[in-house]
Protein backbone atom coordinates (compact mmCIF):
# COMPACT_ATOMS: atom_id res chain seq x y z
CA UNK A 1 0.00 0.00 0.00
CA UNK A 2 2.77 2.53 1.35
CA UNK A 3 4.82 1.48 -2.47
CA UNK A 4 1.43 2.16 -4.36
CA UNK A 5 0.93 5.50 -2.75
CA UNK A 6 4.87 6.34 -3.43
CA UNK A 7 4.29 5.18 -7.38
CA UNK A 8 0.99 7.40 -7.19
CA UNK A 9 2.78 10.70 -6.39
CA UNK A 10 6.19 10.20 -8.08
CA UNK A 11 3.92 9.82 -11.63
CA UNK A 12 2.30 13.02 -10.55
CA UNK A 13 5.29 15.08 -10.02
CA UNK A 14 6.63 13.26 -13.16
CA UNK A 15 2.92 15.16 -14.93
CA UNK A 16 4.07 18.30 -13.59
CA UNK A 17 7.39 18.23 -14.92
CA UNK A 18 5.84 17.52 -18.16
CA UNK A 19 3.33 20.14 -17.86
CA UNK A 20 6.27 22.84 -17.09
CA UNK A 21 8.17 21.52 -20.02
CA UNK A 22 5.56 22.03 -22.43
CA UNK A 23 4.85 25.49 -21.16
CA UNK A 24 8.02 26.54 -21.48
CA UNK A 25 8.16 25.37 -25.31
CA UNK A 26 4.99 26.91 -25.80
CA UNK A 27 6.35 30.16 -24.50
CA UNK A 28 9.86 29.95 -26.93
CA UNK A 29 7.42 29.11 -29.85
CA UNK A 30 5.48 31.44 -29.54
CA UNK A 31 6.00 34.29 -27.17
CA UNK A 32 9.63 35.08 -26.53
CA UNK A 33 9.97 38.65 -27.45
CA UNK A 34 7.80 38.75 -30.10
CA UNK A 35 4.42 39.85 -28.93
CA UNK A 36 2.79 43.17 -27.95
CA UNK A 37 1.18 41.23 -25.03
CA UNK A 38 4.79 39.98 -23.82
CA UNK A 39 5.83 43.38 -23.82
CA UNK A 40 2.98 44.89 -22.06
CA UNK A 41 3.47 42.70 -19.48
CA UNK A 42 7.26 43.77 -19.25
CA UNK A 43 6.05 46.77 -18.74
CA UNK A 44 3.44 46.12 -15.98
CA UNK A 45 6.69 44.78 -14.47
CA UNK A 46 9.27 47.85 -14.97
CA UNK A 47 6.61 50.67 -15.20
CA UNK A 48 5.41 50.77 -11.42
CA UNK A 49 8.58 49.92 -9.98
CA UNK A 50 10.36 53.34 -11.94
CA UNK A 51 6.72 55.50 -11.03
CA UNK A 52 7.45 54.04 -6.92
CA UNK A 53 11.01 55.16 -7.03
CA UNK A 54 9.47 58.62 -8.03
CA UNK A 55 6.76 59.25 -5.94
CA UNK A 56 7.20 57.08 -2.72
CA UNK A 57 7.27 59.48 0.05
CA UNK A 58 11.02 58.90 1.58
CA UNK A 59 10.41 59.32 4.81
CA UNK A 60 8.10 56.54 5.32
CA UNK A 61 9.90 54.11 2.67
CA UNK A 62 10.26 51.31 5.24
CA UNK A 63 6.84 51.50 6.11
CA UNK A 64 5.86 52.12 2.82
CA UNK A 65 7.83 49.08 2.00
CA UNK A 66 6.88 46.61 4.40
CA UNK A 67 3.33 47.29 3.67
CA UNK A 68 3.95 46.49 -0.34
CA UNK A 69 6.01 43.58 0.98
CA UNK A 70 2.75 41.97 2.75
CA UNK A 71 0.33 42.99 -0.72
CA UNK A 72 3.32 41.31 -2.35
CA UNK A 73 2.89 37.81 -0.32
CA UNK A 74 -0.71 37.84 0.30
CA UNK A 75 -1.47 38.45 -3.23
CA UNK A 76 1.38 35.50 -3.93
CA UNK A 77 -0.57 33.59 -2.22
CA UNK A 78 -3.63 34.09 -3.22
CA UNK A 79 -2.86 33.95 -6.89
CA UNK A 80 -0.79 30.67 -6.47
CA UNK A 81 -3.77 29.35 -4.95
CA UNK A 82 -6.43 30.20 -7.70
CA UNK A 83 -3.85 29.00 -10.35
CA UNK A 84 -3.24 25.37 -8.33
CA UNK A 85 -7.82 24.92 -8.48
CA UNK A 86 -7.17 25.58 -12.09
CA UNK A 87 -9.12 28.86 -11.84
CA UNK A 88 -6.12 31.36 -13.56
CA UNK A 89 -3.59 31.00 -16.17
CA UNK A 90 -1.53 33.54 -17.68
CA UNK A 91 -1.29 32.79 -21.51
CA UNK A 92 1.77 35.07 -21.69
CA UNK A 93 4.29 34.95 -18.85
CA UNK A 94 7.34 36.95 -18.87
CA UNK A 95 8.95 33.91 -17.54
CA UNK A 96 7.42 30.58 -17.26
CA UNK A 97 8.40 28.91 -14.28
CA UNK A 98 7.16 32.76 -12.62
CA UNK A 99 3.76 33.25 -14.77
CA UNK A 100 2.49 36.18 -12.66
CA UNK A 101 5.44 38.23 -12.12
CA UNK A 102 4.60 41.74 -13.09
CA UNK A 103 1.03 41.65 -10.62
CA UNK A 104 2.40 39.52 -8.11
CA UNK A 105 5.88 41.84 -8.03
CA UNK A 106 4.93 45.24 -9.37
CA UNK A 107 1.51 46.01 -10.76
CA UNK A 108 -0.58 45.17 -7.61
CA UNK A 109 2.01 45.88 -4.69
CA UNK A 110 3.00 49.42 -5.85
CA UNK A 111 -0.57 50.11 -6.72
CA UNK A 112 -2.02 49.89 -3.22
CA UNK A 113 1.19 51.50 -1.81
CA UNK A 114 0.62 54.73 -3.36
CA UNK A 115 -2.80 54.20 -2.44
CA UNK A 116 -2.29 53.96 0.89
CA UNK A 117 0.69 56.63 0.55
CA UNK A 118 -1.73 58.93 -0.52
CA UNK A 119 -4.93 58.09 2.01
CA UNK A 120 -2.06 58.48 4.92
CA UNK A 121 -1.05 62.07 3.17
CA UNK A 122 -4.27 63.11 2.78
CA UNK A 123 -6.22 61.84 5.96
CA UNK A 124 -8.69 60.12 3.89
CA UNK A 125 -10.71 56.85 4.25
CA UNK A 126 -8.28 53.86 3.60
CA UNK A 127 -10.67 51.50 2.98
CA UNK A 128 -13.09 53.27 0.61
CA UNK A 129 -10.35 54.34 -1.48
CA UNK A 130 -8.97 50.50 -0.98
CA UNK A 131 -11.78 49.11 -2.65
CA UNK A 132 -12.05 51.63 -5.21
CA UNK A 133 -8.81 50.60 -6.43
CA UNK A 134 -9.90 46.86 -6.00
CA UNK A 135 -12.64 47.50 -8.41
CA UNK A 136 -10.49 49.54 -10.66
CA UNK A 137 -7.64 46.63 -10.93
CA UNK A 138 -10.39 43.58 -11.45
CA UNK A 139 -11.89 45.21 -14.56
Same mark, same amino acid.
Not at 32 to 41: A, G, K
Not at 49 to 69: A, P
Not at 86 to 102: D, N, R, V
Given at each position: ???????????? $??? #??? #??????????????????????? $??????? &? +?????? +????????? #????? =??????????????? &??????????? %??? %? #?? *??? *???? %????????????????????????? =??????
Amino acid at each position: MEKQRIEQFDNI $VKM #GKE #GQKALNEYWLDYFLYTSFEYWLM $VSLLVVP &L +IILFFQ +IDKSKIFFM #GFYGY =SIHVLFGYIDLYAKN &LGFLHYPIPII %PMI %P #GL *SLD *SSFI %PVTFMLVYQWTLNHKKNYYFFFDIS =SFGICF
